[in-house]
């Protein structure tokens, strides 16, 4: 063998060493990162499960039902239900984000709407996601059906307080869960009658009472408590749920919508 050749050299020890040593910054900041992401993944975990604990609590709470009531409506001025006194109304609830049956309701409320027969009548929409539903919001959403200012409001509140209206109602309401009726007002200020208005069947009903209530004169039903098909004025229908609803309340039988996405 050639006294020349001989074999690369790999380095001395201490080259070695050196070159290990340049990585041990890098490998140590990695460590912090990801003991870093791993708390901050940690403290979100918590707060979400304190949030979702505190909005079931929340949820729970039984609120005292309140029969008059007063919102704000998209314009920022005050709906008050006592100025409703005289007039034939519906309240319908609703949010804005909502991409099911509140848009099915608010198509077949437009088609009543527009109806000329139907120009007395004054639609209430109420949020269930005021947090969402600014009133900017609502504008906006107003504009999209094209909502005669006048006739169909668009009001919100603070979801306790929504709540409240709800079971004054007989109606229960979560943060964006409602269920699908349209609870229709006499001119005596009572309830005559309350319709899933995402059903064809039960619109077509809805548009006969309230032809019936806006032929009526408000005096002579003063004392009556008797709504359609001989209901108590203020209790609700209890026809089976919509078959493409998201969730239903099976102990009362009605479809209720609501977001299971958990965002808008």
Same mark, same amino acid.
């Given at each position: ?9 790999? !380095? ?7 070159? %290990? ?8 900041? &990695? ?23 505190? #909005?079931? $609590?929340?949820?729970? $709470? ?22 409703? /006194? !005289? @007039? +034939?109304?519906?309240? %319908? ?27 007395? +009548? ?11 539903? %600014?009133?900017?919001?609502? #504008? ?10 006048? @006739? ?15 079971? &004054?109602? *007989? ?5 964006? &869960? ?14 005559? !009658? ?12 809805? *548009? /006969? ?6 032929? =009526?004169?408000?005096?002579?039903? =003063?004392?009556?408590?008797? !709504? ?9 229908? %209890? ?26």
């Amino acid at each position: 063998m050639n006294s020349s050749e001989t074999e690369p050299s790999t !380095g001395s020890p201490v080259d070695q060493v050196t070159d %290990t040593r340049t990585w041990v910054p890098f490998i140590l900041l &990695g460590i912090i990162l990801l003991v870093g992401l791993y708390g901050v993944f940690k403290w979100w975990q918590v707060q979400n499960a304190q949030a979702q604990r505190q #909005q079931a $609590i929340s949820e729970n $709470i039984e609120y005292p039902p309140i029969t008059e009531f007063e919102l704000t409506e998209r314009s920022g001025e005050p709906f008050r239900s006592l100025d409703m /006194k !005289g @007039r +034939v109304w519906v309240v %319908t609830y609703f949010f804005t984000t909502c991409p099911g049956n509140c848009i099915r309701l608010n198509q077949n409320i437009k088609l009543l709407h527009n109806l000329p027969a139907l120009n007395d +009548v004054v639609w209430v929409s109420v949020t269930c996601d005021p947090d969402t539903d %600014t009133l900017e919001a609502l #504008q906006d959403y107003a504009d999209r059906w094209e909502a005669d200012p006048e @006739r169909w409001l668009f009001c919100r509140g603070e979801l306790d307080y929504i709540k409240q209206i709800g079971l &004054g109602m *007989k109606l229960p309401i979560f943060r964006r &869960g409602h269920k699908d009726y349209a609870v229709v007002f006499g001119k005596e200020g009572k309830i005559r !009658g309350m319709f899933d208005a995402t059903r064809k069947s039960e619109v077509e009903r809805l *548009k /006969k009472l309230l032809m019936k209530c806006l032929a =009526e004169d408000a005096a002579s039903t =003063e004392g009556d408590q008797t !709504g359609d098909n001989g209901l108590e004025a203020d209790s609700p229908t %209890t026809d089976s749920p919509t078959a493409d609803s998201p969730d239903a309340d099976s102990s009362a039988g009605v479809a209720i919508s609501q977001d299971n996405s958990g965002g808008p």
